[in-house]
């Protein structure tokens, strides 16, 4: 059984940054490729970030510049580091892992707060 669990959201001021880690624990090695997604209230759950098990990375443009991902494979973790923080960057994010057989795990979430 596959359980991804995030952490390091919080409250921040406009400008500041936050990095959020997810662990990974389970039938992790089938992953190719994991990453955040975000959900504000009101909309549509979205890509943030993602990147493969090979280190390729893809972003959204609202966050390219801001926002970095990466991936500790022997722990089982992915990280994002979110800088230059704004309030339209106020959601809940999820980290995701994608394996190879196209199923799609979903942590439990964490709220990140952007006051202006």
């Known amino acids: 059984q596959v359980q991804l669990v995030e952490s390091g959201g919080g409250l921040v001021q406009a400008g500041g940054s936050l990095r959020l880690s997810c662990a990974a624990s389970?039938?992790?090695?089938?992953?190719?490729?994991m990453g955040w997604y975000r959900q504000a209230p009101g909309k549509q759950r979205e890509s943030v970030a993602s990147i493969t098990s090979g280190g390729n990375t893809n972003y959204a443009d609202s966050v390219k510049g801001r926002f970095t991902i990466s991936r500790d494979n022997p722990k089982n973790m992915v990280y994002l580091q979110m800088n230059s923080l704004k309030p339209e960057d106020t959601a809940v994010y999820y980290c995701?892992?994608?394996?190879?057989?196209?199923?799609?795990?979903w942590g439990q979430g964490t709220q990140v707060t952007v006051s202006s």
């Open positions: 389970g039938r992790v090695f089938s992953f190719t490729a």
């Open positions: 995701h892992g994608d394996n190879l057989f196209g199923s799609i795990y």
